[in-house]
């Protein structure tokens, strides 16, 4: 065991010499992500709205879930999506730094923590099998296992699939089309995940328009709830 413990060291080292670690915020070697700056990424602040967790003006809920309420039950981000809480998920999406889902998912466990949440499963955000294809990964589902190792929470990356590949979210900017887009974009494979206490992993929000079409083939099972959590939010 001391061998092959000392053979893993030697692997990480080597790892480290080929590929040296730099901070993406500081360039600080070590790190991908250092904790000073993970910890200066910019906040979302209260007050938000109880449901979909949009900024509001005072406590409770804004006028669209007081008009219609949200498939989540609650979405929460602890970040905004700005600065260089956008350039780590640039990276983390579209530049194949996969090394960067743990201190994300870190920063996400620290918020679980501080706000008591609760789950009984841990479910991504499904990528169409073409965009995995391409991209090699998905990472929501990394978040996902990360988040899974650190919480203890169990993690289910295929229940929920993307049936549909509509227009990519970053190019279609109404709000309405975007649900359009989505609304039967996913789909169970099975009924495992019914009466569960679910939490939804992505990496940004930016409308809900995602996140509520996911909650609501899970709503659909039924699962006892569905609480989204994602690193960023777009305001
Ligand atoms: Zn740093
Ligand atoms: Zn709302």
Redesign the pocket.
């Known amino acids: 065991m001391a061998i092959l413990a000392s053979l893993s060291w030697l692997g990480c080292q080597a790892i480290d010499l080929i590929f040296p670690r730099y901070c993406i915020g500081c360039g600080r070697e070590g790190f991908f992500l250092c904790s000073p700056c993970g910890n200066s990424f910019p906040r979302l602040e209260e007050p938000l709205?109880k449901?979909?967790g949009?900024p509001v003006d005072y406590p409770g809920?804004?006028a669209?879930?007081r008009k219609n309420s949200?498939a989540a039950d609650e979405i929460r981000s602890p970040f905004v999506f700005d600065g260089l809480t956008r350039t780590a998920i640039y990276r983390f999406k579209y530049r194949n730094m996969r090394t960067l889902a743990q201190p994300l998912a870190e920063l996400m466990a620290g918020y679980i923590g501080a706000n008591a949440l609760q789950s009984d499963v841990i479910v991504p955000v499904p990528l169409h099998k073409h965009k995995l294809k391409v991209r090699g990964y998905n990472q929501a589902e990394l978040l996902a296992r990360e988040l899974g190792k650190l919480t203890g929470w169990a993690v289910a990356a295929d229940v929920l699939v993307r049936l549909s590949d509509a227009v990519p979210q970053a190019r279609t900017s109404r709000a309405e089309e975007r649900y359009r887009n989505v609304k039967d974009a996913f789909a169970c494979k099975d009924d495992s995940l019914r009466d569960k206490n679910i939490l939804l992993i992505d990496d940004v929000c930016t409308t809900g328009a995602t996140v509520n079409a996911c909650a609501a083939v899970l709503k659909n099972l039924p699962a006892a709830a569905v609480r989204v959590l994602t690193v960023a939010r777009e305001i």
């Open positions: 709205c449901s979909c949009r809920f804004c669209d879930c949200p």
